[in-house]
């Protein structure tokens, strides 16, 4: 993993958020941009046994490459901001906590708002709730999404971990 201890995500946390969903995200980047290419992830998006068409109009064609590079983004991220944060702030773990904590928040509410709620409500409704009939690409943006807020939520609750910042009550002191 890390070189240095990195306490504001530890083990599981830190395989899950700072390997695991990068490494996914940028395979569906690659995914889009080269093979099997943008026709076949538009395909993919709501489960189909028609045959994956070989070309898309060119609005659709543009509008998933620019998914794709929303994916490329998403998979820089947080390497790159949770690696400074390790490294600039490792004498002050509240100041780490609170910056891994932004970045969670801020995926957390894509998880809800974009990966799970779009596409359960684009989904046409006898698939909707009808699991076995998902494809992989369904069960990626709803499936593991639900896993990965689950454990983003875990994390906030500081289950596994030593919290910081995060669920650390502060008093008041009142001023005579």
């Known amino acids: 993993m890390f070189s240095k201890p ?5 083990g599981f946390y830190q395989t899950l958020f700072y390997r695991l969903e990068p490494i996914s995200t940028l395979a569906a980047a690659l995914v889009i941009w080269f093979k099997p290419g943008a026709a076949w992830f538009y395909h993919q998006l709501i ?6 068409p070989t070309t898309l109009e060119p609005r659709a064609e543009m509008a998933i490459w ?7 983004l998403l998979a820089m991220m947080s390497p790159v901001l949770f690696r400074t944060a390790r490294e600039a702030l490792a004498n002050d773990l509240v100041a780490q906590e609170r910056i891994v904590g932004a970045a969670l928040f801020v995926l957390a ?3 809800v708002s974009r990966d799970m709620a779009v596409t359960l409500v684009a989904l ?17 943006n709803i499936t593991v999404v639900i896993v990965l807020l689950a454990t983003r939520i875990s994390w906030f609750l500081g289950i596994g971990r030593t919290s910081y910042y995060y ?4 008093t008041k002191v009142k001023a005579s």
Do not use: I, M, Y
């Open 6 to 10: 990195f306490p504001a995500l530890p």
């Open 47 to 52: 489960p189909s046994t028609d045959v994956a």
């Open 66 to 72: 620019q998914l794709g590079n929303c994916f490329f």
């Open 109 to 111: 509410v894509a998880d």
């Open 124 to 140: 046409p409704p006898h698939l909707r709730f009808n699991f076995l009939e998902w494809n992989s690409a369904t069960h990626g």
């Open 167 to 170: 669920g650390q009550f502060k």
